[in-house]
């Protein structure tokens, strides 16, 4: 157990089964989220990872069992989805848009936040402007103005490359060590499972099942932490 599992439940996935044209994709799933933690969803590629949060979000039902969400849900693709047409705070501030807030309203909102999520003097550039991980961050930031409560992120740095992606981490690392969201990151990079989350569970080919929750123990000693990233790196790959 960690420290936020004796916090409010803000997720919980009970037993949830699920199959498309008669290919059982998800087999037994249960998952729990608590407030303000980061967890990670690790698996190989086409297992269903997609699909778990397609259920959390209601964009399909269950076969059998049942989700409890207790918040409000944005979600963030790999791809960025920004609108090319528009500037990087017009995008930032579009959920607030489509929430019926004016347009300079929505901008004064959304303002101080570009200098807490590292985007300072991008306000007014167009996305084809900003690199890939930049583009990312806009993407992130208007995912936590559309609601930083429970924020779904699917694979967010995979189409990046490994230099990028890695800076992207150490940001998101940092950004979450200042807000309060509830985080749940679908990866199928360990190393980015290890260094990002509290808690991780591993889940198996096709159909998909939990093949082990670990908890992520955080320490500031780094011979410690060395040691402990590579047991359990190990432990991780046997599973898959
Ligand atoms: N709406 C759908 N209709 C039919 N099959 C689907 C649908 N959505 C997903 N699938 C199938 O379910 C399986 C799991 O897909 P999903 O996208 O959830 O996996 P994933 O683990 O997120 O994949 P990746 O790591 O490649 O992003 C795949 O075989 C996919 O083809």
Redesign the pocket.
């Known amino acids: 157990m960690n420290s936020y599992q004796n916090k409010n439940k803000k997720i919980s996935i009970n037993n949830v089964s699920k199959s498309?044209?008669g290919t059982k994709?998800l087999d037994n799933i249960s998952m729990d989220v608590y407030e303000g933690e980061f967890v990670s969803i690790l698996?190989p590629?086409?297992?269903?990872?997609?699909?778990i949060f397609n259920l959390i979000c209601n964009l399909?039902g269950t076969d059998s069992g049942d989700i409890n969400v207790n918040g409000k849900i944005s979600y963030m693709y790999q791809k960025d989805l920004l609108l090319p047409y528009k500037t990087i705070i017009d995008n930032v501030a579009l959920p607030l848009i489509l929430n019926k807030k004016s347009k300079k309203e929505a901008k004064e909102i959304v303002n101080p936040y570009f200098k807490v999520f590292g985007l300072s003097g991008y306000e007014n550039k167009y996305p084809n402007e900003l690199s890939g991980g930049m583009k990312q961050r806009a993407n992130f930031l208007r995912t936590y103005i559309n609601s930083d409560d429970i924020m779904l992120l699917d694979?967010p740095f995979g189409a990046l490359d490994s230099i990028t992606k890695l800076s992207m981490q150490r940001w998101l690392l940092e950004v979450k060590g200042r807000v309060n969201s509830t985080i749940i990151l679908?990866t199928?990079d360990i190393d980015e499972a290890i260094m990002l989350s509290n808690r991780i569970y591993v889940i198996s080919q096709?159909p998909a099942s939990v093949k082990k929750e670990f908890i992520v123990n955080k320490t500031d000693n780094n011979d410690k932490k060395m040691e402990q990233v590579i047991k359990l790196k190990n432990e991780i790959l046997s599973l898959l």
């Not at 590629?45 to 699909?51: L, M, N, R, Y």
Request: charged residues 25%.
């Open positions: 498309y044209d994709i698996g590629s086409g297992c269903g990872k997609s699909t399909t694979e679908i199928h096709k």
